[in-house]
């Protein structure tokens, strides 16, 4: 036990959070920065033999540190602060998560519904996209290594196999090493990492059967398997749409080459589910009506047709005082500009198209002239087009000049589906603006877009 004491000068042990057959992992302090914040100090006890066997365990141990720093670079996953060696143990010190792990969601028979069960999939595979990218495997993803950190509701992913694996290390006298446990969790560990040869997919696996206990409030040694096949039963325990409970099923595999190979495969096609097909559906239907458009690429390189803009047909000559007061009000007739000057207040509108001529957006310019709201805005990512508002937080009074950055928000609705988000403006040279979208309400699913945020170019085309 370490309680009390100071690795490096610097780290005081506080007490105990864990201990394994890989090590211990305790809460401490750092004493060498202001206020003493919280870490984590994993202590780790390989075995060696000899003193060349000490020599192997240690190069591998700064090997998987390197990587551990690498990854600490997302936001959602613990920063690596330091890793050393004293009278030949190894230690990390890692950031502190304050929250709780995810088993005080998931826990006993709490059944989640669907809705908060994809948020949990999507936020995770998020973050695994990025380990598997760095082409590293977790290897013991379960409820317990999941945070919900306390300061944003994030999820937040621990405890790295890779570490486990140092310390479970034994090197023999010809430098010959091996594990002393298997890494994993039964139950979330599937065939071929107990045979000691884990896959990217080995991460879905394991992710996928947190998705069916969420579901179900089934732990996974309680969910049956059918003899044949050796696909899980688990369906008739949860209400679950049949679309996602196909995807948790190739997530779950006992196969792993009929899984998601890795957390960007798994992903594209979550958000699909997301959205309800719809963005595939609307992309068929306007390449039949509209071919000669072309379509702007989407971030991420992937092309999504008909995804936005706004059509503002903003003022009518007498509106409802309640909304607007009428003397603010311009009218467009016949297609023709006007202005109209009330007091100081100067309005002017124009019809704003986009270079391809897909995306009209009159008015746009109303902004650079006091007037922050419009509030007949459509887009025509589906038919028939979304309607809202649209309200600019910052509009200018005297014109918009190059450079000129102006922010708002949109709310638009269309049948059952209801999309919040965010729209900031950059003027340029030429009479050139460039429109940026992001949708911020996507945690509610009821927005049918596959990508949370885009851009166009657009030019002033006055009618």
Not at 181 to 189: D, Q, R, S
């Amino acid at each position: 036990m370490l309680i009390n004491k100071v690795l490096l000068n610097r780290y005081q042990i506080i007490k105990e959070l864990g201990s394994g057959g890989f090590g211990d992992t305790y809460l401490a302090k750092d004493t060498a920065l202001p206020n003493n914040p919280f870490c984590v100090v994993k202590h780790l006890l390989p075995k060696f033999s000899s003193p060349d066997s000490f020599s192997i365990a240690k190069s591998l141990f700064e090997r998987e540190a390197k990587m551990l720093y690498r990854l600490g670079k997302h936001d959602r996953i613990p920063s690596l602060y330091a890793h050393f060696e004293e009278e030949q143990q190894f230690y990390l010190v890692q950031d502190f998560i304050d929250g709780n792990d995810l088993t005080q969601e998931i826990s006993g028979e709490n059944k989640l519904s669907e809705k908060e069960t994809i948020k949990i999939i999507e936020n995770i595979l998020e973050v695994l996209a990025f380990v598997h990218e760095e082409k590293v495997i977790h290897r013991d993803i379960k409820p317990d290594n999941i945070m919900r950190r306390k300061k944003d509701g994030q999820l937040v992913l621990i405890d790295f196999g890779a570490v486990k694996e140092i310390g479970a290390l034994t090197v023999n006298s010809q430098g010959e090493t091996s594990l002393t446990l298997a890494i994993g969790t039964p139950g979330y560990m599937p065939n071929e990492q107990a045979n000691g040869k884990p896959k990217l997919a080995s991460d879905i696996f394991a992710l996928g059967m947190i998705g069916i206990q969420a579901l179900t409030g089934l732990r996974p040694h309680l969910i049956r398997e059918n003899p044949q096949t050796g696909e899980l039963l688990w369906q008739d325990y949860a209400t679950v749409s049949h679309d996602f409970a196909d995807f948790l099923n190739k997530m779950v595999k006992d196969n792993w080459k009929e899984r998601y190979q890795s957390a960007s495969e798994a992903l594209k096609d979550l958000k699909v589910i997301i959205s309800g097909n719809i963005v595939t559906k609307i992309n068929t239907k306007i390449n039949k009506l509209m071919p000669q458009f072309f379509w702007p690429k989407i971030i991420g390189g992937l092309s999504i047709v008909a995804l936005v803009i706004f059509i503002v047909n903003q003022t009518v000559e007498m509106i409802d005082s309640s909304k607007r007061k009428a003397p603010d009000k311009v009218k467009v007739t016949n297609n023709q500009s006007q202005t109209q000057t009330q007091g100081t207040k100067f309005q002017s509108q124009a019809n704003w198209r986009s270079q391809s001529g897909k995306t009209i957006l009159p008015e746009l310019d109303s902004i650079c002239h006091g007037e922050n709201e419009i509030n007949s805005a459509q887009t025509v990512f589906n038919s028939p087009p979304y309607k809202g508002d649209l309200f600019f937080k910052s509009g200018k009074s005297k014109g918009c000049q190059p450079g000129d950055i102006i922010k708002g928000n949109f709310d638009l609705s269309q049948n059952s589906y209801h999309c919040k988000g965010d729209i900031t403006v950059t003027w340029k040279e030429g009479n050139k603006a460039n429109i940026q979208w992001e949708i911020t309400n996507s945690a509610d699913y009821i927005c049918p877009i596959t990508t949370r945020h885009w851009a166009i170019e657009t030019y002033p085309v006055k009618k």
